[in-house]
């Protein structure tokens, strides 16, 4: 099974997602200034620490081991992760989803705990779907499953299917075709997703006239950085992606440098990058320099490597567990820091 992809893509999505998170809502043209370029992590004392991206990213994961190919049984164990997540008190969570926990916690059923919102919480979490899953109508089936959980509007879901498509491309393919990927994509989401397709189109025919992913985000009308819109996020994603299709240094760089929600689109690229090029071709230094309790780097592999071992075929593999106690600690020093951040920005250089 892919080891390789499914390693790499958790990883990348902890790194971007780290990387980016200290440039999360300043404006492009203030960040260099506030925090200098992102090259390495900012979070604290040079070390990164990592959000909601990632953790969704992991709980995809987990749940994918526990349901034996069974959408249904995913979705049940999705579902129950992230009640306990909210009641953890992650900081920066996304208003739809914190409003979706709620109504689980209320006794909605999964089916029907979604908001109708078209943010892009489906398509941080969609890169793992496309670095663990061959069979691409059963990966869509989990897409949609896991996106309708929180967000009923199809615009989220159809942010989610090309960043898992992307992801799936990537680990498949040495040499990217974008407009085979864009294909899939078309099939995948039907008419419904005209919009998206045009935005995907001129995606790469900005990467195909050698523009920077910065100047197709301020086409957009993106000059103040990326929103948490997912018809705005995933383009510009994409955008990075096929630029840098083999340089994930590069690939990452560029979308946190387009300002606005960062860590997200940090950690799409970072999800689609490493499902390619696997931990080995993730800059160590932004690896080892992240900073987490209890879900380490080290706890992201085995998990990864359970996933993996599961979709092999291996019905004794479990996943990894963290103690809750460990993760409202966590959280509690993670919202101080988080603070200390926007506190920080209230003072120059503006």
Known sequence: MNHHAIIGCILGTAVGDALG???EGVSPTRSPRLLGPPNRHRFFFRRGMISDDTEHTCMVAQALIDACDDVPKFTRGFARRLRWWILALPAGVGKATARSGIKLWLGAS????????????????AAIFGAA??????????????????HSDPKAEHGAIAVALAAIHSRVHKKIDANLWLGEVVDAVGEGGTELIDLLRQAIRSVDAGKATKTFADSLGLHRGVTGYTYHTVPVAIHAWLSSPNDFRQAVTSIIECGGDADTTAAIVGGIMGASVGKEGIPSEWLDRIWEWPRSVFWMERLGES???S????????SPTINPIAVLLRNLLFLSIVLFHGFRRLAPPY
Do not use: I
Not at 110 to 125: L, W
Not at 133 to 150: E, G, I, K, Q, Y
Not at 311 to 318: E, I, M, N, R, T
């Open 133 to 150: 899953l061959d069979d691409v109508p059963s990966m869509l089936n989990f897409v949609r499953a896991c996106s309708r959980l929180t």
């Open 21 to 23: 998170l200290p440039y």
């Open 311 to 318: 979709l092999d075929g291996d019905s004794a593999v479990s």
């Open 110 to 125: 999964p089916e029907k705990a979604g908001v109708f919102s078209a943010g892009n919480g489906p398509a941080m979490r």
């Open 307 to 309: 996933l993996a071992n």
